[in-house]
């Protein structure tokens, strides 16, 4: 004599799938044409810089690997003529 067991029924919402396709971030630069990548802007280097004054990466920022190697070498450019500082001591 066998005894059929059913599984426990699980009635939490559906989670979404892991190989679900996020959407693709639009690269910053190429949606604002006139827009240039310049150490000296502050306001838009901070876009690019964590809380904690980390460079975010290109797949959180969304950049084209092209600027995102020109907006590293402009963050890095203000940081060190003392623009930007190097980390947050606030966070």
Same mark, same amino acid.
């Given at each position: *004599? /066998? $005894?059929? /067991?059913? =599984? =426990?029924?699980? &009635?939490?919402? =559906?989670?979404?799938?892991?190989?679900?396709?996020?959407?693709?971030?639009?690269?910053?630069?190429?949606?604002?044409?006139?827009v240039e990548i310049d150490f000296?802007?502050? +306001?838009? *280097?901070?876009?690019?810089? &964590?809380? +904690?004054?980390?460079?975010?990466?290109?797949?959180? $920022?969304?950049? &084209?690997?092209?600027?995102?190697?020109?907006v590293t070498k402009a963050v890095k450019r203000?940081?060190?003529?003392?623009?930007?500082?190097? /980390?947050?001591?606030?966070?």
């Amino acid at each position: *004599m /066998t $005894t059929s /067991t059913t =599984p =426990p029924s699980t &009635s939490a919402a =559906p989670q979404k799938s892991r190989n679900q396709a996020r959407r693709r971030l639009q690269d910053y630069f190429l949606q604002n044409k006139g827009v240039e990548i310049d150490f000296k802007n502050t +306001e838009l *280097m901070r876009r690019f810089i &964590s809380p +904690e004054g980390k460079i975010l990466p290109g797949r959180r $920022t969304g950049l &084209s690997s092209k600027n995102q190697r020109k907006v590293t070498k402009a963050v890095k450019r203000a940081r060190a003529i003392g623009l930007l500082p190097f /980390t947050n001591h606030d966070a």
